[in-house]
Structures are given as structure tokens and as C-alpha cells.
């Protein structure tokens, strides 16, 4: 059944259109190849020529003769070994994503700081202020190209590190700071941490499933509170931190007249030029020179939320819609750069006219055109790169161009510092007045639902019925990546949506100060602003004095990526009660779902659970808020006293 694939309608009409040009996409190669169930459970090791070896969990007691074997592998690994090694390299595969773009950001920053790049400029002095006190940097009268250039390198010396610890470690709660340190899991160099984490699962080192995870909670550290953090905080300094901008999302805003250039992947680095070479009059007059009424730029997964966030550049479609996006006949140039561009999308893009272009050294695609990003000669390359969607336009001359009605405005762009200004004014910014109204009970919790979407379920379905229930039940949502765009494209991130769809507490926090009960807060990347602001509300006190005892939960419930589970991980491990939908690749071995999702809480106060149905994750989460609550004594202010006139006297009396 088609509503079985996605709640949206754009995407529902142009999976009808592919089926119609006979196009195979990420939909129909799921019902095609099911996923294998040994892999999805964690239960198969291919880490060394004598496997691959597969342990899968038993179907029934009966099958053990009662007494239980130990499964294991030919070199003797046992399952949860195995699954405990697969666990953890997801996490090195998806902290070293995270981190190579931000290794990619850090050189460019420090390019920009020395002077050596043209088109990129320091435009936030005021966050590099902040940054390079957080990195113990002097500031003093020194030039903003001195303080940048310090910045940079020392961000960069991050990744190389051998000893000590991050910088930003410093920036979590006291509590949290000494907790990781007792433990040893405070991260010492981003690089070294994936290293380590890959030696350990080699085969035949760490056989402990235990020290295993106590390394991937450090190697995820290392992602949240560095690469991420590190990507997050140079981007803002390069291209301004973001504050609220009205944008528009879903396949609606590919224009039929116009160059429609779609911006795939996850850097923001090429796409600021290409804004601003779709300005350049030279590129417009091009344009209308090939019969164009101009250009229009449009974003895909998270490099859209980056341009989105800091230009209000509008955003084509979330992870599932990327071929539907070309299958649109609109699309005249897709420009990919790295991360969750589906291979596909060269063989969807020759059945239409669209040419693929892939920019970056790192992620080739056959069948695509390569036009390399070259930072020191970038202006050059954008408008190389826009010339050549122009150059293609007239080829959609003749051909059926199909472009769904549905677009949907929104308001974007809460950075950590927005929401502090935002609640608390400009004279007394802090998060003072989001803790006062989540302890007199007007907002019961804060939830941070991010994340993927998933073939295997319905696209968008589990990240919207999670949140409508969250904001139902008084708790704010903050969001990011593909889970923000799901919202945008249901009309969530909108003012409007407080009195439609929250609880009467949060509603009216929402309508007094003016904004949407789930904060776009960006890309991926910016999970790390999650944790600054997590840490923003325990500074401000009253709410305990770690991360994990904020009335506070984590989700994704569409998740898919690797990088997903190290998000979850540095969730987990900074105290986040973390859900995860669609699949969870340990349920092979109990002993780690038994350290997941229960023992983890005792080691770091925050822990996993695995739930599909987004309708009961959404209550596991509201259930754990309540019991933060009750823990922090606030149960008892949700309580309203009724004073009787016996009441009243006695009052009066006193
Ligand atoms: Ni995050 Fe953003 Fe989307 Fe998932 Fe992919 S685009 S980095 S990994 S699919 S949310």
C-alpha cells in the first residue's frame, strides 16, 4: 500500500510518478530485499576470514534444551562480544563521519583566518569571543585574525591529540566532567579515540563487552563534546549563528521556470558560495539566457539545514525524498557533497534529465560528474558548478516535468544562544525562565527527537506521532536533521502549531514568547547544541546539577545511519535516557540488552531503550521526565491547591 510508505503527500504523488517512468527507488528495494534478521540483530561477526561467523539469538528456550549454551564464534567470541564489537564500530563509523567534516570546517576556518581562501570571512565575532575563551585562548586586545588563527589550529590540534583531554569537556556540568574522568572515558584526541575503538574490535583484543562500550562511550564523546561540537561552533563563526528565519520545505519549492539546483549532503561549505554565486548577475544573466526566469537553490538532508538555518535558503525534502526530488523532472543539477547521498541517485537521474555532480574527494559516484571543490579557488567552482545546471535546463525542454503542490512554511534557526535570548530578553538572556516553567509544571520536560528517516518504516510517520504526543503532554521539543524537516513539512514549526496540538502548559509558554513547542535547532552536527543547552539549563540552576537528572529524554525514531547510534551513545553517556525506533542492533544478545538498556543507567545516568511503536516510545520518555520530576521533588508543583474559605481565613489569620 502506498500510505504505507510515507504520511506525505508530495512524496506519495512522485512514488506514483516513478512507478509510472518505471524508476526503481529506495522504496521499492526495500520490499524487494528484506533486511537480513541475523545482521539487524547484531548476532554476525565478519571481522576476520575464519567467519563470517553467526550466532543469532535462540527462537525459543526449548530450542537449548533449557539449560543455556553459549553462542559463540569460531575464535571462541561470544554473541555479546560479537554484537558489542558491531555496536561500537558503528560508533567509530559514525563519530569519524561527524569528524571529518568538522576536521574539513577546522581547515577551512583556519584558511579563512590566515587569509588564504577567497569568499569566506569571519562574520561572528562575538561567538569566536566565546569560543576562544571556552579554548582558553587570550583575548586581550588582540586582532580578530590573531584570536581566529588560534582557534583554528588549536580545533584542528583536537583531532591529532594524544593526551589530555578535549577542550570542550569543559564545557559539561562539573558533575558530568569528573564522572567521565572517573570512569575514563573523558575523551583524550577525536582521531584517537576511532583508532583505538577499531584496534579494540580487531580480532581477538578486547573480548569484553563491558570495556568495549566504556571505549564507544568515549569515542562518542569524542563526537558530541568534539567533532560535532567542533563543526557546529566554526560554521557559526564562519557563516553567522543562527536566528530565526522563515523558510519553506517539501518538493514544492522546485520551481518549473527557473535553474533548479538542489544541494545534497551535509557541508555547508560549497553551498554558502553557491548562494552567493546564485546572486552574482553574470550567473542570473546566464540563466536567462537559456530561456530561465533565474535561479533557484534548493537544499536536501543536512546541508539544506544548513543553509536553511543561516540564509533561509528553502528545503527540498528529507533523506527519503532525495531520488523523488530528480524523479520531479525540475531538478537540473543535484550537487552532492559527503553523507547519505544514495548511490542510486546516478541511475535515477539518467531516466530524467538531471545531472548529478558530486564535489568532494571523498565521495565519487559512478555514472555522476565530478567538478572537485577546491576551497582557495571556491567562487570559481561554485559558479562553475551553477553554469553547469544552466547549461542543462534547456535539456528539460520536451520532458514531463511534474512538480507536487505541497510546500510548507516554517521558522528555523534556534541556535543555543537564540533560545537563551529568546526566553530570557535581551537584557537578561538565560535559560532562567525555561527552568522556572519547567518547575512550576507549565512545561513538564524538555525531549530531543532527531535523527533519520527509514525505509523500513513509514517515512516521517514515527518522528510526527512521537512529537504531537510529546508536545501534547507539555514537553518542548528540540529538533535537528531529518526529524526538523519531518516537521516542517507537517506544519510543526510554527507558532501556530502551540494551540493546535500542545498541552495547555505548553501552549501558553509558547504564545508568550512567541515561538513553535519544537525548536529547529539544525543540522546533525548540531546535536551539540542540544548539549549546550541541556548544560545551559542545569548552570541555571534548580534542575539538579548533572545533564541526567533534567527532566529530560532523547529519540530517534527513524534512525538509520551509523551516525544515528554515536549520537545516541554520546546522548547515553552525557545521562540522556535515549529511545530509538525501527531497529536495534544488539537484540541478539541479552546480556547487552541487559547493559543498554538497564545497567548502563547505574555507569553514566543515562541508558538505551529500543521501541518501534513512536506512540508507546513517546510515553517511555514522558515516564522517565515524571520520574526525573518526582526525583527533583517537582511532582508535587504540578498540584494545584484550591484554598476553601476555611483555607482563606486561616490564611488570614496569620
Ligand atoms: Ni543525520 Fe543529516 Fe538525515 Fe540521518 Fe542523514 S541527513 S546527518 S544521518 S538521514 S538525519
Same mark, same amino acid.
Request: charged content about 15%.
Given at each position: 500500500m502506498a500510505e504505507e510508505k510515507s504520511v506525505d503527500k508530495a512524496t506519495l504523488e512522485m512514488l506514483a510518478k516513478a512507478k509510472a517512468d518505471k524508476v526503481s527507488t529506495v522504496f521499492d528495494r526495500a520490499e524487494e530485499m528484506k533486511p537480513c534478521p541475523i545482521g539487524a540483530e547484531g548476532s554476525c561477526c565478519k571481522n576476520c576470514s575464519m567467519g563470517p561467523c553467526r550466532v543469532p539469538a535462540p527462537k525459543k528456550k526449548a530450542e537449548t534444551g533449557g539449560e543455556k549454551a553459549k553462542r559463540r564464534g569460531v575464535c571462541g567470541a561470544t554473541a555479546e562480544t560479537i554484537s558489542a564489537r558491531n555496536f561500537v564500530r558503528m560508533i567509530a563509523a559514525g563519530t569519524s563521519a561527524h569528524s571529518d567534516h568538522a576536521r574539513g570546517v577546522a581547515e577551512l576556518f583556519l584558511a579563512t583566518a590566515r587569509g588564504e581562501? +577567497? *569568499? /569566506?570571512?569571519?562574520?561572528d565575532e562575538q561567538k569566536l569571543y566565546q569560543v576562544a575563551l571556552d579554548l582558553g585562548i587570550e583575548i586581550g586586545d588582540r586582532s580578530v585574525k590573531e584570536i581566529a588563527i588560534e582557534v583554528g589550529e588549536k580545533c584542528l590540534a583536537e583531532f591529532g591529540r594524544q593526551h589530555g583531554e578535549l577542550h570542550f569537556v569543559k564545557r559539561a556540568p562539573l558533575k558530568r566532567q569528573e564522572l567521565w574522568r572517573k570512569l575514563g572515558i573523558?575523551? !583524550? *584526541?577525536i582521531d584517537r579515540e576511532v583508532v583505538e575503538l577499531m584496534h579494540r574490535t580487531?580480532? @581477538?583484543?578486547?573480548?569484553d563487552y563491558h570495556n568495549l562500550l566504556l571505549q564507544g562511550s568515549r569515542c562518542a564523546l569524542a563526537d558530541g563534546w568534539g567533532g560535532s561540537m567542533i563543526s557546529t561552533e566554526l560554521q557559526d563563526i564562519l557563516f553567522g549563528n543562527p536566528v530565526p528565519i522563515l523558510g519553506k520545505i517539501n518538493l514544492g519549492v522546485l520551481k518549473e521556470d527557473q535553474v533548479n539546483v538542489v544541494m545534497h549532503g551535509h557541508e555547508p561549505l560549497l553551498p554558502e558560495l553557491l548562494v552567493v554565486a546564485s546572486q552574482d548577475p553574470e550567473i542570473q544573466a546566464y540563466a536567462k539566457s537559456k530561456g530561465a526566469k533565474g535561479i533557484n537553490l534548493a537544499g536536501m538532508c543536512c546541508s539544506a539545514n544548513e543553509v536553511l538555518m543561516r540564509h533561509g535558503i528553502p528545503v527540498a525534502g528529507n533523506f527519503l525524498q532525495q531520488e523523488l526530488a530528480i524523479v520531479t523532472g525540475a531538478v537540473d543539477a543535484m550537487v552532492v557533497d559527503v553523507q547519505c547521498e544514495m548511490q542510486s541517485l546516478a541511475d535515477v537521474a539518467k531516466c530524467y534529465h538531471t545531472k548529478v555532480v558530486t564535489t568532494n574527494p571523498r565521495a565519487k559516484m559512478q555514472g555522476a560528474t565530478h567538478i572537485e571543490f577546491d576551497e582557495h579557488h571556491g567562487p570559481e567552482v561554485a559558479k562553475k558548478i551553477l553554469r553547469a545546471a544552466i547549461d542543462n535546463f534547456p535539456n528539460r525542454k520536451g520532458k514531463v516535468v511534474q512538480i507536487p503542490a505541497e510546500s510548507q512554511e516554517m521558522i528555523v534557526g534556534f541556535s543555543h544562544e537564540t533560545i537563551n535570548y529568546l526566553l530570557g @530578553?535581551?537584557? !537578561?538572556?538565560? /535559560?532562567r525562565p525555561l527552568n522556572d516553567n519547567i518547575i512550576n509544571g507549565r512545561i513538564r520536560g524538555v525531549a530531543g527527537v532527531v535523527g533519520c528517516n527509514n525505509c523500513r518504516t513509514t517515512h516521517d510517520s514515527a518522528h510526527l506521532t512521537m512529537i504531537k504526543e510529546l508536545i501534547k503532554n507539555d514537553v518542548i521539543v528540540l529538533t535537528t536533521g531529518c526529524s526538523a524537516m519531518a516537521c516542517g513539512k507537517a506544519g510543526?514549526?510554527?507558532?501556530?502549531a502551540a494551540s493546535r496540538y500542545c498541552g495547555a502548559g505548553l501552549a501558553e509558554v509558547c504564545e508568550a514568547v512567541g515561538i513553535p513547542p519544537i525548536l529547529h535547532m539544525g543540522a546533525c552536527v548540531d546535536n551539540s547544541r542540544i548539549l549546550m543547552a541541556a548544560t545551559a539549563v542545569v548552570k541555571d540552576g534548580g534542575l539538579g546539577d548533572d545533564i541526567s537528572d533534567l527532566p529530560a529524554a532523547g529519540a530517534a525514531p527513524e534512525w538509520m545511519s551509523e551516525k544515528a547510534i554515536a549520537i545516541g551513545q554520546y546522548f547515553v553517556a552525557s545521562g540522556v535516557f535515549t529511545v530509538f525506533g %525501527? %531497529?536495534? +542492533?544488539? %537484540? *541478539?544478545s541479552e546480556e547487552m540488552c541487559k547493559l543498554l538498556f538497564e545497567e548502563m543507567e547505574e555507569v553514566v545516568g543515562g541508558k538505551w531503550a529500543f521501541e518501534p511503536d513512536p506512540e508507546k516510545a513517546a510515553q517511555l520518555m514522558i515516564a522517565h521526565i515524571d520520574k526525573k520530576r518526582k526525583a527533583l521533588g517537582l511532582d508535587k508543583a504540578r498540584e494545584r491547591v484550591l484554598y476553601d474559605m476555611a483555607m482563606r481565613r486561616e490564611l488570614d489569620a496569620v
Open positions: 581562501v +577567497p *569568499g /569566506y570571512a569571519i562574520k573523558a575523551p !583524550r *584526541g580487531h580480532m @581477538g583484543v578486547d573480548q @530578553g535581551l537584557f !537578561r538572556s538565560s /535559560y510543526l514549526l510554527t507558532p501556530e %525501527t %531497529t536495534f +542492533p544488539i %537484540t *541478539g
